[in-house]
């Protein structure tokens, strides 16, 4: 099969594995022009994107940007923090109105969950959720699957213990999704108050020991504590959650293996991970950026190959 | 469906050998040379030559492999996208002469994506073609070979197609005529 079955990439629950194995496949080939002296491939040159950024982010935003612009896509970039959103204007508005300006594809991070598929229902471009509060996250899983294969050679059969706030974190959930579609085993590891009450339901494991998670597994993905999604205290300080929670270059030595360790960034250093592990040999997180590109690269293509003229 | 044989495995053989032995007229030691094939087909025209150029010569050359679908011109005027085949260049082509090879020469399309992609990995002193078939008269851009293994000439209706051993199990190049009623 060489199209996706989705018209919009809203989440990594509504993909199937052959569309999963088609993103990867494609992604190995941009990786691979991404490494060239011109990085750079005219399949884009008709194609607009908007790139709307409700929330903060640096990595995301930065990452897609690139993938446009290495396949010659216009791109035009929209923040909340400068707009007519601090004004009052709705959502299905701003976006029209980018629209009305002919623009073939929006990329959206927004803090409501759903927001990416209430648009994808409601305008005929593309729609490439980049982050929908604490829901999705698709391109993330995407680059964290894709990474994993390429340290390990295959996701399926892997086990893969993701640590930290489960509760707000959407890396976690599309990361779930994703890993069970390619076949990985998955565990939740985190405090119970940053775990969702029926987590179980998606058939992953829970653990609440970090230890005891680290021996079981193949790959650790840290996620970072969001502070600036919770309303409440979910624990008594982040000295506290280190404590528990943190893992530690001793920790890592102490294994009875090598495992690998991964991080959807940006790092908090010496809260769920030590600045010694981050940079050592087992993390492979700034593979996942470069990654993040050649997948990102990948979904817009597959995306705007269904766009006709 | 007709079909009919243009070269057999004997022809075959010969043609691979005159387009070595042209290629070593114009480029000697291929010491400032290299060879790319076009994915997917290309790739099999490429390894044919170069190991009879490497038996000629008793040296290695260096060789690569190029894939066109990024640089394609048919991007969302297909049903389905094209998925990209590996593109194996680990050398330079700063400063030299490039022999691209395919199958066949038909629209001159894939030619013209190719010489787009390979600019991507610098700036070559030369650029030749090498083509297995040239199906004349069919050109959309003037587009021509510079080592040609047979000319055909064809209707757009027909179609020519290069068989390898390895692949389908027998050198030959057969060409393909649509019955009338069809």
Redesign the interface.
């Known amino acids: 099969m060489?199209?996706l079955s989705v018209d919009d990439l809203t989440g990594i629950k509504d993909l199937t594995r052959a569309d999963i194995d088609?993103i990867f496949?494609?992604a190995?080939?941009f990786k691979?022009?991404i490494n060239?002296?011109?990085k750079?491939?005219?399949?884009?040159r008709d194609i607009t994107i908007a790139n709307l950024f409700f929330e903060n982010s640096t990595r995301t935003r930065l990452s897609f940007e690139l993938a446009e612009k290495r396949?010659s896509a216009d791109v035009v970039n929209f923040s909340a923090a400068s707009s007519s959103v601090k004004k009052g204007e709705t959502l299905i508005d701003t976006v029209n109105n980018i629209l009305s300006m002919k623009v073939d594809m929006v990329i959206m991070r927004h803090p409501n969950p759903g927001a990416a598929k209430f648009l994808s229902e409601r305008i005929d471009a593309k729609v490439i959720n980049a982050g929908d509060g604490t829901h999705e996250h698709p391109t993330q899983a995407l680059l964290d699957s894709y990474s994993i294969r390429e340290r390990l050679g295959d996701v399926a059969g892997k086990k893969v213990v993701i640590v930290g706030d489960i509760l707000h974190s959407r890396v976690a959930l599309s990361n779930i999704y994703c890993l069970q579609k390619l076949g990985a085993e998955v565990m939740v590891c985190g405090p119970t108050t940053l775990m969702p009450r029926y987590i179980h339901e998606l058939g992953v494991i829970v653990e609440h020991d970090l230890k005891k998670a680290l021996e079981w597994c193949d790959v650790a993905n840290m996620l970072r504590i969001q502070l600036e999604r919770q309303e409440m205290k979910y624990f008594p300080s982040l000295r506290e959650y280190s404590m528990q929670y943190g893992l530690t270059k001793d920790i890592l030595d102490g294994l009875s293996k090598k495992i690998i360790v991964m991080h959807p960034g940006p790092i908090n250093r010496g809260v769920e991970i030590t600045s010694d592990v981050a940079d050592s040999k087992q993390a492979i997180i700034l593979q996942q950026v470069e990654n993040g590109v050649a997948i990102r690269m990948a979904v817009i293509?597959?995306l705007?190959?269904q766009?006709?003229? | 469906m007709e079909k009919q044989v243009i070269l057999n495995s004997k022809h075959f053989e010969l043609t691979i050998k005159r387009l070595s032995y042209q290629l070593i007229e114009n480029h000697n030691d291929f010491s400032k040379t290299v060879l790319i094939g076009l994915q997917p087909r290309g790739i099999n025209v490429l390894t044919r030559i170069k190991s009879q150029l490497e038996a000629i010569l008793k040296k290695e050359i260096v060789c690569g492999d190029l894939d066109i679908t990024f640089y394609r011109d048919d991007f969302r005027r297909r049903e389905q996208p094209l998925i990209p085949s590996a593109t194996n260049i680990d050398f330079v082509i700063e400063n030299k002469n490039v022999v691209l090879m395919d199958d066949v020469l038909y629209t001159g399309r894939t030619i013209r994506s190719g010489l787009d992609a390979l600019l991507a990995f610098g700036r070559p002193v030369k650029v030749e073609l090498l083509t297995m078939i040239d199906r004349r008269f069919q050109r959309d851009l003037p587009i021509q070979s510079d080592y040609t293994g047979r000319t055909v000439d064809t209707l757009t209706s027909e179609r020519v197609s290069v068989e390898w051993k390895e692949i389908e199990g027998e050198d030959k190049v057969v060409l393909y005529t649509p019955d009338e009623n069809e």
């Open positions: 060489n199209s088609l496949k494609t190995d080939a691979e022009v060239r002296p011109i750079k491939v005219p399949s884009l396949l293509y597959l705007a190959s766009i006709k003229r």
